[in-house]
């Protein structure tokens, strides 16, 4: 138990500990030094090392770097709210298409009888089975400007459409690879609702309407919220998926935080602080929901 | 009793994946009637229920409310509710919700829904569980929110599915009672299904027995077990020895290796008939030309009453007695005329089968 929690919060507090912090140029005493002081010292020293032929192993910098606490690196996620916004909005669209597509789906598997349950899941969960990268990477040829889906209209004579490189793409990408985190914890719950709870609804004078708003509803508000956290978290964190199905043109906060550890804009402080902002954002979200599933209290458990 | 008849069945049938479940059920049930459906298990008790509250549609045939055709009429729609064979309480909603639940879906006001919930409540001995959890009841009580919440909706008619079948002997002869007492204040009609004939000859103003999705005999209970129309009917409705015998003239029949005197007629020369003799109307005396003689094989105490297995030749009497003979004793049985009843051969063999079935089972059924 204790390993569990030293293995799960020590990432973490690493995160958090860079997003606080950034390196400043010193001098051997510990002063703070501004950056064209530093650069105009270093490029000093760059000269005198090349001229006079010193070894590398005995140059040595008058200017070293010190790690200090600031919030600079939280203030500056500000910058990008606009990424981080237009992130949220893309995973909230793709979590809803994916309750609006799993919930019936489900509720449908739900009611199958035993042997095509267990199939129907099978087929849910087939594509879970193959690498993300390549299941991603199919899309991309289905829906390129010469790929599958403009050839096939091409033969109607219309087209080609603009598919790839869009939000849809984006989201349709969210979509294709989230959807069983959707209708898994969804179907779990929708199992244990008995026939007979349904029939004695009909029998008190429910129709269709009432026995989805007042049975079916309330008795998988569990599997609503677990299916919306397991797809919106991943949805408004993912960054292969727009940058291979949004080619770039759509940004995500994702991309943003992978640009700043393995990208070009090298700033691991800030990238951290992006994901620190992203995770309490990610924890309210989820803290909202869990208080609104307590209302309707009982029922099965969160997956 | 007011005759009107309140529902009606015409010739329903019903297959499940080919098996025909129930073949041809005709059926009037009429107002403010106790009517219970008695017969072993997968005969299509619970199916006869289904097609009156609209959960199965029949094959063929016609259900017919107040003399209006219903069969494509859901449920929802229909004029019963249902106490169903498990239940079936919401879980997320507490005991007043669930009684509710119908009045809810009429948009009535909330002051006249928590009057009737009040009202059913007290009905069923359940005052002051309003907010408790369904799903923390005993099973009595649960199965009194189930009748108070099909109840709620004032259906003309109540159908209970097997209502009493998880609840321990002495609270099922408790809600029994209750139950018989609710139908008569409320004046309604209860159509019950049961597997348990006590239950059912206690309740019931009509019984219907079943057997392979047929209806065998419809009667009141003392009908029923008075003039069992068949050997299945004996044998069901309390215990019976059955005995193969022959039909020379009217009023005498021959079985059991002689001739004797009975109160049946109508039936063809040397028709081959069964004869039943309750274990009760037989008495035991001692040993003469005038009876039938056997040797005691068995004597088990049950209570009010010895049970007590003699051979006579090839067959097995079962007598009910208060007296116990001595084990390997000899002694006469003795009957009148009146405790001979004699029916038909039945038809299907499968009627036999269940009955060996039941055989098996039936031992602990009645005391
Ligand atoms: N929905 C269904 N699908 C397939 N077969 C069914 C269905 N409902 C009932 N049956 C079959 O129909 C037959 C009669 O069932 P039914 O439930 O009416 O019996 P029952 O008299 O109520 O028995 P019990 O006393 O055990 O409840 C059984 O063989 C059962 O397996
Ligand atoms: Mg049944």
Redesign the pocket.
């Known amino acids: 138990m204790a390993w569990m929690i030293i293995f799960m919060i020590v990432p973490l507090l690493l995160i958090a500990v860079f997003a606080f912090t950034t390196t400043v140029p010193c001098d051997r005493d510990g002063n703070r030094l501004d950056e064209e002081e530093a650069a105009e010292i270093i490029a000093e020293e760059q000269a005198y090392w090349e001229e006079n032929e010193i070894p590398l192993d005995e140059r040595e910098s008058a200017v070293v770097e010190k790690t200090i606490f600031t919030v600079q690196n939280i203030l500056e996620v500000n910058k990008y709210m606009p990424t981080m916004l237009n992130s949220i909005w893309m995973a909230l669209v793709a979590t809803l298409i994916c309750l609006l597509i799993g919930y019936p789906l489900a509720f449908m598997i739900s009611r199958m009888h035993f042997v095509s349950q267990k199939m129907m899941l099978m087929l849910v969960m087939l594509p879970m089975w193959m690498n993300f990268l390549l299941r991603t990477y199919a899309w991309m040829t289905l829906l390129e400007r010469n790929g599958l889906i403009n050839r096939f209209f091409g033969l109607f004579g219309i087209g080609p459409f603009e598919m790839i490189n869009t939000q849809g793409a984006v989201i349709l990408g969210m979509i294709y690879n989230y959807l069983p985190y959707m209708i898994l914890p969804l179907y779990s719950v929708m199992t244990k609702i008995d026939n007979t709870t349904i029939e004695a609804a009909q029998d008190l004078g429910a129709g269709r309407f009432n026995v989805l708003g007042r049975i079916i509803v309330p008795l998988s508000a569990p599997g609503i919220t677990s299916g919306i956290t397991a797809v919106f978290i991943p949805s408004v964190s993912t960054f292969i998926i727009s940058r291979m199905l949004g080619g770039g043109t759509n940004m995500l906060i994702g991309d943003l935080i992978d640009l700043q550890f393995l990208g070009n804009a090298y700033n691991p402080n800030l990238g951290s602080a992006i994901s620190l902002v992203l995770m309490v954002f990610i924890l309210l979200c989820m803290s909202i929901t869990n208080a609104f599933d307590n209302e309707d209290k009982e029922g099965g458990m969160l997956l | 009793m007011d005759k009107n008849k309140i529902i009606e069945l015409k010739g329903i049938s019903k297959a499940?994946?080919g098996?025909q479940?129930l073949k041809g059920i005709d059926l009037d049930i009429h107002d403010k009637e106790f009517v219970t459906f008695l017969?072993p298990?997968?005969?299509?008790?619970?199916?006869?229920l289904r097609i009156i509250g609209g959960f199965v549609t029949p094959d063929s045939g016609d259900v017919l409310f107040n003399g209006k055709r219903v069969n494509q009429v859901p449920p929802y729609k229909r004029s019963v509710n249902t106490v169903f064979?498990k239940y079936a309480l919401f879980p997320h909603l507490n005991v007043y919700e669930n009684v509710a639940f119908g009045l809810r879906l009429k948009k009535m006001k909330e002051t006249e829904i928590a009057a009737k919930v009040a009202e059913m409540l007290d009905l069923v001995n359940l005052r002051g569980y309003e907010k408790r959890s369904v799903t923390l009841l005993s099973g009595g009580q649960q199965q009194r929110v189930a009748i108070a919440r099909a109840l709620c909706n004032e259906p003309k008619v109540l159908l209970l599915d097997?209502p009493l079948g998880a609840l321990d002997l002495q609270l099922r002869k408790e809600m029994q009672i209750e139950l018989k007492k609710i139908q008569q204040r409320l004046e309604i009609t209860f159509i019950y299904?049961t597997?348990d004939q006590e239950e059912a000859l206690t309740m019931s103003d009509t019984v219907v027995v079943m057997n392979g999705g047929e209806i065998q005999q419809i009667g009141t209970p003392q009908d029923i077990y008075n003039e069992p129309i068949n050997a299945f009917v004996a044998k069901f409705i309390g215990e019976s020895n059955i005995l193969p015998g022959i039909m020379h003239e009217d009023y005498k029949v021959e079985f059991a290796g002689d001739n004797f005197v009975c109160v049946d007629k109508g039936f063809r020369h040397l028709e081959p008939v069964d004869v039943v003799i309750r274990p009760e109307d037989i008495t035991i005396c001692p040993p003469s030309d005038k009876v039938i003689n056997g040797l005691v094989e068995s004597v088990i105490f049950k209570g009010v009453h010895y049970e007590i297995m003699v051979r006579a030749y090839s067959d097995l009497w079962k007598i009910h007695s208060t007296k116990a003979p001595e084990v390997g004793s000899v002694v006469g049985i003795d009957f009148t005329p009146e405790d001979i009843h004699i029916m038909r051969k039945m038809e299907s063999s499968q009627d036999y089968a269940a009955l060996e079935h039941m055989n098996g089972e039936e031992a602990g059924t009645i005391g």
């Open positions: 499940f994946n098996e479940v017969g298990s997968g005969c299509g008790k619970t199916t006869t064979q097997e299904v597997h």
